[in-house]
């Protein structure tokens, strides 16, 4: 700031642009924290608080839509196994008998969570197909709309394990985790546009600096644990729908086992992952798993699990 001979201030025109500038970040902090915290729900699945982006009518519309590239790029492919072959069959009636338990499951958890049962998974359009490829890999888009890769069977090595994956996948979808990554990098674009306002008469090294460390500190401080997060949500209601459909949930402890030497078991450390590590991944699955041995004795009785 300029100070003339008489003691007065000088009012430049910077000054002016500068209170603008902070009003404009101020507008913007306002915008994003009625965005944010107005679209705060408690999960019914979890009982945790829920951000959603979107409703769950357009998350069917965008699964669908997804799921019709997805088809497409694999027909092209010829890689997309016709729904008569043996494992697209085998992969059908999993699914089948965890989207049966979709119902039961979801008044179970949120009776526990004190929480009314949601019914969005009735608008869901449930089908599964079966795409050739070495990836280990398999997803449930917003909807039901579901694809297994045939890389996944050689780790899954049996259908109790591959009945967590899906029903991990299925997880997902039921719990919107679509809507709640689209609200969350909505909040994240906000805020990057609040700073790009806020640094805007600094010179550009400055704001690449300044700009650089917000966007780490948005991704390590936000979006990796909120990823993080919703695998360990997905692994808890994915593990109970298993059992709920007769699958063995013990055989999510050697499946993850088995994940976990993929890529010859090189991965970033948690804090860079939006995956949890696999080794804490195994102990909240053993920690779940009295919960889940409930799920499968309440609905599995003619059918008790070999001792281990």
């Known amino acids: 700031m300029r100070v003339d001979p008489y003691g007065n201030q000088a009012r430049g025109g910077r000054r002016g642009f500068g209170g603008f500038r902070w009003w404009i970040?101020?507008?913007?902090?306002?915008?994003?924290?009625?965005?944010?915290?107005?679209?705060?729900?408690?999960?019914?699945?979890t009982g945790e608080t829920a951000h959603y982006g979107t409703s769950a009518d357009e998350e069917v519309q965008l699964g669908e839509q997804a799921f019709v590239q997805v088809l497409n790029d694999a027909n092209s492919q010829r890689a997309l196994l016709p729904s008569s072959a043996p494992q697209s069959q085998a992969v059908s009636q999993i699914a089948q008998r965890l989207i049966d338990k979709v119902p039961q499951v979801t008044q179970a958890l949120a009776k526990q969570n004190n929480q009314e049962a949601p019914t969005d998974y009735r608008s869901f359009k449930w089908s599964v197909a079966v795409i050739n490829s070495q990836e280990a890999n398999a997803f449930c888009l917003p909807g039901g709309k579901m694809a297994v890769y045939t890389g996944l069977f050689p780790v899954t090595q049996n259908d109790d394990a591959l009945a967590v994956v899906m029903g991990h996948e299925i997880a997902h979808a039921l719990l919107r985790h679509g809507s709640q990554?689209?609200?969350?990098?909505?909040?994240?674009?906000?805020?990057?546009?609040?700073?790009?306002?806020?640094?805007?008469g600094m010179d550009p090294q400055q704001q690449q600096m300044i700009m650089g460390a917000l966007g780490a500190g948005a991704q390590y401080g936000l979006v990796l644990p909120y990823g993080r997060n919703h695998e360990t949500q997905a692994d808890k209601v994915g593990l109970m729908l298993a059992a709920?459909?007769?699958?063995?949930?013990?055989?999510?402890?050697?499946?993850?086992?088995?994940?976990?030497?993929?890529?010859?078991?090189?991965?970033?450390?948690?804090?860079?992952?939006?995956?949890p590590d696999p080794a804490n991944r195994i102990a909240t699955l053993q920690q779940l798993m009295p919960k889940a041995l409930e799920f499968y004795q309440a609905n599995c009785a003619n059918k008790p699990l070999a001792a281990r």
Not at 27 to 45: E, I, M, Q, R, V
């Open 244 to 275: 709920a459909a007769c699958y063995d949930p013990r055989q999510a402890v050697p499946l993850w086992q088995r994940m976990s030497q993929l890529g010859g078991g090189q991965r970033p450390a948690e804090f860079a992952s939006t995956h």
């Open 181 to 200: 990554r689209m609200a969350q990098q909505k909040l994240v674009q906000l805020g990057q546009v609040a700073a790009g306002a806020a640094v805007g």
């Open 25 to 45: 970040l101020l507008l913007f902090g306002l915008y994003a924290a009625w965005s944010w915290f107005g679209s705060a729900k408690t999960d019914p699945y």
